[in-house]
């Protein structure tokens, strides 16, 4: 069942994106291209409704930056998301992260859990407590990758200090999180359309290879909204940056005139051996013959990333994004890198956090750790993080007046 959806998901990637040749794949995207005049209708009625309050967002009383983007998949979310955890972090606050947890094993409630609800006579039943991946306080993570999702445990892994609670209602985790767990600013990731929980900063990103993806919407692109809906940013983050997006730039001056703009790149910092856990210097890939295994949106750009660092990527292994490994499908790829006598088999931090246990082999298995780094901007953003720490709020919970419940 899991190959079947993967190869569908691949399948409408290759339609969409690759714009796949045939008749099944002409006929997928005109159906694709009705569905997304449907789609753009109830994705600006929503918007309507609550900017003319018809529906109403949810105050929690601290600071909510939402952390999101326009498209699906491939702008470089999670290293951003861990930049202003960080920045945040450092200067005092109690931060805490919210995330939905994509692709992340469901939590099913016990069948008692509705007779519970019954006898306390609720006429809801009560609904089980966010899944906390991270209470800032523990140095591991709480929870596997697979119950808190993969970038989750891998926020987790890589903010000591910063609570990380996943859960798609993101109202009550943030509850749950300024209640349970201290928190006074909270960060949402990929949050733009997420409107039920009042933002008070939208930090939208924008990758400068593909800005607003393929130009149409879901499901016959890769655009949740329209660009013009890039006026709701307080602040733009242009990723993967080479420093010279003036022609973006005006691009995205057309939709949001005030919005000020970061621009930032992906900085490789080190490999880490996923068995041994040492920490391996870039250098060692010059002139090296490796081979790529990775499960994300873009493929290619880690592989690129590869080849400019010197490797010699000879084999390579693509899954779809958030493919969860299993160990016949590892060990056959290590198989054929044996065979060709590669030094090293590299994938990403994410990919790694989907990995199985696994033996260890006679080629080095190592996960490229990334980080985000300013490119042009950083007074900027030490302003944007001048605005979010001063004044210091109010003691949590002190502008709450509604109670913790079941949302």
């Known amino acids: 069942m899991k190959d079947t959806l993967e190869d569908f998901e691949k399948f409408v990637i290759d339609v969409i ?16 291209w009705c569905l997304s005049k449907v789609y753009s209708r ?7 409704l609550y900017r003319e309050r018809f529906i109403h967002d949810h105050h929690l009383g601290v600071p909510v930056i939402s952390i999101g983007n326009l498209t699906v998949g491939g702008t470089g979310k999670t290293p951003v998301v861990e930049l202003f955890a960080k920045a945040l972090r450092d200067r005092g606050r109690r931060v805490a992260v919210l995330s939905r947890g994509y692709k992340s094993k469901r939590v099913v409630r016990p069948p008692w859990w509705k007779r519970l609800g019954k006898k306390m006579g609720l006429t809801t039943y009560p609904s089980s407590p966010p899944r906390v991946v991270s209470d800032g306080k523990s140095h591991i993570p709480l929870l596997d990758s697979h119950i808190a999702g993969d970038e989750p445990w891998m926020l987790a892994s890589n903010l000591p200090g910063v609570a990380v609670v996943v859960d798609r209602n993101r109202v009550k ?8 767990l201290g928190a006074d600013v909270l960060l949402l990731d990929d949050g733009l359309q997420y409107l039920k929980l009042k933002h008070r900063h939208d930090v939208v990103l924008v990758d400068r290879t593909a800005p607003f993806g393929t130009g149409y919407l879901l499901p016959r692109g890769t655009l949740r909204e329209h660009p013009r809906n890039l006026r709701r940013a307080s602040y733009i983050f242009i990723t993967k940056s080479d420093g010279e997006s003036e022609k973006l730039i005006k691009r995205i001056r057309k939709h949001n005139k005030v919005a000020e703009i970061v621009e930032c790149r992906h ?16 250098s060692v890939l010059e002139g090296k013959y490796v081979g790529a295994i990775s499960g994300i949106a ?16 000879e ?34 931090e994410k990919d790694f ?6 033996p260890e082999y006679d080629i080095p298995i190592c996960f490229l750790r990334v980080e985000i780094e300013i490119v042009k901007g950083r007074e900027i953003f030490d302003k944007i993080m001048r605005v979010m720490c001063e004044p210091r709020p109010v003691p949590p919970g002190a502008l709450i007046h509604e109670p913790l419940r079941a949302v």
């Not at 956090?353 to 696994?358: A, D, I, K, Q, Y």
């Open 298 to 313: 873009i493929p290619e750009s880690f592989e690129s990333g590869l080849k400019k660092l010197g490797a010699k990527v």
């Open 315 to 348: 084999v390579t292994a693509r899954f779809a994004d958030h493919h969860r490994f299993e160990e016949a499908e590892v060990r056959q790829f290590v198989e054929r890198c044996v065979r060709r006598d590669l030094h090293y088999i590299v994938t990403t």
């Open 17 to 32: 994106i690759h714009n796949r040749r045939g008749i099944r794949a002409t006929l997928c995207r005109g159906l694709f």
């Open 353 to 358: 956090v989907r990995f199985p246990t696994l």
């Open 267 to 282: 900085r490789p910092l080190h490999l880490v051996d996923i068995n041994t856990k040492e920490i391996i210097p870039l």
């Open 173 to 180: 985790a943030g509850r749950f999180a300024i209640k349970e």
């Open 42 to 48: 109830v994705v600006e009625s929503r918007l309507y």
